[in-house]
């Protein structure tokens, strides 16, 4: 019924902005920080931008899977790979 599906979407609409606010204050910007520090003066604004490419491809490519792969192996298999693939790059 419509009253019970309420309390769900006012806790999505609550918690999903204060997600995003407390990741902007936290570990949200430490890439972009740490990108202009990591890379020497002559090739730091290169580096950057390649940096900066790098990530929004990879986000693109999380954002453009996420619900097929959730239609196919389900959000726990979405997941789980998701992790094993960070556990492989770190």
């Known amino acids: 019924s419509a009253s019970s599906v309420e309390p769900i979407r006012t806790v999505a609409l609550v918690t999903i902005p204060a997600y995003t606010l407390l990741f902007s204050l936290g570990a949200g910007p430490v890439p972009w920080l ?12 290169r580096a950057t931008g390649v940096c900066t490419a790098i990530n929004y491809a990879a986000n693109t490519v999380v954002g453009a899977s996420f619900l097929p792969m959730v239609s196919s192996i389900g959000l726990k298999g979405t997941y789980a790979l998701y992790a094993v693939l960070c556990f492989v790059g770190f």
Do not use: K
């Open 34 to 45: 740490l990108y202009n520090e990591v890379f020497p003066t002559r090739i730091r604004a």
